[in-house]
């Protein structure tokens, strides 16, 4: 596994050992972030389901400024501070080792939006429409911010979870990349 685009490009990444995490494919994380336009200029990403911290990881390779990056997993956490240690950028990340819902809790307590969240969820524990009613009840995305959610292909995705609209879906083998866009309501 590696960094595939940006500053830090071609930088390999640790993964945790075991079944527990499914880390993102390179080729299906290089899909994702050039259907998102590629490179950035600032923003803070939410990777809720952290896993070896890849996407995010990628997010800051590619222009980023910040990245919150949660996972229950000890091992993970662990795992995700190496690869931001070996890629110098531990400042730019705030790692949580917390259920999805504590951390979107808390951090909902303190105001915090992101422009784009990914939600990686355990495919048979996933809850992925909660979790975006949870960030658009809780003003915790600007006008534009962008949901990716990674499922099986053949889970039922909304087309809309209240101002959040789904506006593309790829398919990789058994995986579903399906994209999400906040826009607020018109007064």
């Given at each position: 596994m590696?960094?595939?685009?940006?500053?830090?490009?071609?930088?390999?990444?640790?993964?945790?050992?075991?079944?527990?995490?499914?880390?993102?494919l390179?080729?299906?994380?290089?899909?994702?972030?050039?259907?998102?336009g590629?490179?950035?200029?600032?923003?803070?990403?939410?990777?809720l389901y952290?896993?070896?911290?890849?996407?995010?990881l990628?997010?800051?390779s590619?222009?980023?400024?910040?990245?919150?990056?949660?996972?229950?997993s000890k091992?993970a956490?662990?795992?995700?501070?190496e690869?931001?240690?070996?890629?110098?950028?531990?400042e730019?990340?705030?790692?949580?080792?917390?259920s999805?819902?504590k951390?979107?809790?808390?951090l909902a307590?303190?105001?915090?939006?992101?422009?784009?969240?990914?939600?990686?969820?355990?495919?048979?524990?996933q809850?992925?429409?909660?979790?975006?009613?949870?960030?658009e009840?809780?003003?915790?995305?600007?006008?534009g911010?962008?949901?990716?959610v990674?499922?099986?292909k053949?889970?039922p995705?909304?087309?809309?979870?209240?101002?959040?609209?789904?506006y593309?879906?790829?398919?990789?083998?058994?995986?579903?990349?399906?994209y999400y866009r906040?826009?607020?309501e018109e007064?």
């Amino acid at each position: 596994m590696r960094i595939i685009a940006g500053i830090y490009s071609s930088r390999r990444l640790k993964a945790p050992e075991g079944y527990d995490t499914r880390p993102t494919l390179d080729k299906v994380r290089g899909a994702v972030f050039s259907s998102l336009g590629g490179f950035f200029d600032g923003g803070t990403i939410l990777d809720l389901y952290g896993g070896s911290g890849a996407v995010s990881l990628e997010a800051i390779s590619r222009g980023f400024e910040r990245a919150v990056i949660c996972d229950k997993s000890k091992t993970a956490v662990s795992v995700i501070r190496e690869n931001a240690d070996a890629l110098g950028v531990s400042e730019s990340c705030r790692i949580l080792q917390m259920s999805d819902m504590k951390a979107l809790q808390m951090l909902a307590e303190e105001k915090a939006v992101f422009d784009l969240v990914y939600l990686d969820p355990p495919y048979e524990k996933q809850h992925n429409e909660d979790v975006i009613r949870y960030l658009e009840e809780h003003c915790m995305l600007r006008n534009g911010s962008r949901i990716v959610v990674e499922c099986l292909k053949e889970d039922p995705m909304p087309d809309a979870v209240g101002n959040v609209s789904r506006y593309k879906r790829a398919e990789y083998g058994i995986t579903a990349i399906v994209y999400y866009r906040f826009n607020e309501e018109e007064s």
